[in-house]
T-cell receptor, first 113, second 113 residues
């Protein structure tokens, strides 16, 4: 399943499908981007990151795509599993001084068995 | 290697009271950041401490204050609590001032009544 637009609060998919979660970031000067997964009752957990000099990075079952022209990030999860159900946040880090990630609103991913 | 631990896990306070939340950073980490996460929202940056000094602050009033101790553990203090302060308070630690390796605790759920 594919999210139908930016800032979609909930994405429902079937187990085994590929998921795509989108995110718009606000600052064109941001140089580092991170995707976090937050399960109920837990803090955000690092999934994957990408620097602004790249447009794609792959991890285990996850891929992050960066389009700086339109300030857009996406997280692709292959073969989505019920354990992937969580809220996913993108975060941008703005250059200059300390490294402090700024979080977006988040997307809730629900995976149906 | 221990992770980030926060205490207490849950807390109920009355409007106007003061509260102190605690965070033990991950072993080897000397930077601690605090975030407020309202229900259904992404974490919002409160402030960061690096080697016992405040190293950046978000858009929060002065009644939000903090400390970092020589062992790099940290406290978040909130005075004159308001109903809108009800949220999940997250602590993240990292080694140096870099966002890579940012590790979050599970948070303290504060309810103000």
């Amino acid at each position: 399943g594919e999210s139908v637009g930016l800032h979609l609060p909930t994405l429902s998919v079937q187990e085994g499908d590929n998921s795509i979660i989108n995110c718009a970031y606000s600052n064109s000067a941001s140089d580092y981007f991170i995707w976090y997964k937050q399960e109920s009752g837990k803090g955000p957990q690092f999934i994957i990151d990408i620097r602004s000099n790249m447009d794609k990075r792959q991890g285990q079952r996850v891929t992050v795509l960066l389009n700086k022209t339109v300030k857009h990030l996406s997280l692709q999860i292959a073969a989505t599993q019920p354990g992937d159900s969580a809220v996913y946040f993108c975060a941008e880090n703005r250059p200059g001084g300390s490294y402090i990630p700024t979080f977006g609103r988040g997307t809730s991913l629900i995976v149906h068995p | 290697e221990t992770g980030v631990t926060q205490s207490p896990t849950h807390l109920i306070k009355t409007r106007g009271q003061q509260v102190t939340l605690r965070c033990s950073s991950q072993s080897g980490h000397n930077t601690v950041s605090w975030y407020q996460q309202a229900l259904g929202q992404g974490p919002q940056f409160i402030f960061q401490y690096y080697r016992e000094e405040e190293n950046g602050r978000g858009n929060f009033p002065p009644r939000f204050s903090g400390l970092q101790f020589p062992n790099y553990s940290s406290e978040l203090n909130v005075n004159a609590l308001e109903l809108d302060d009800s949220a999940l308070y997250l602590c993240a630690s990292s080694g140096g001032q870099r966002v890579e390796g940012y590790t979050f605790g599970s948070g303290t759920r504060l309810t103000v009544v």
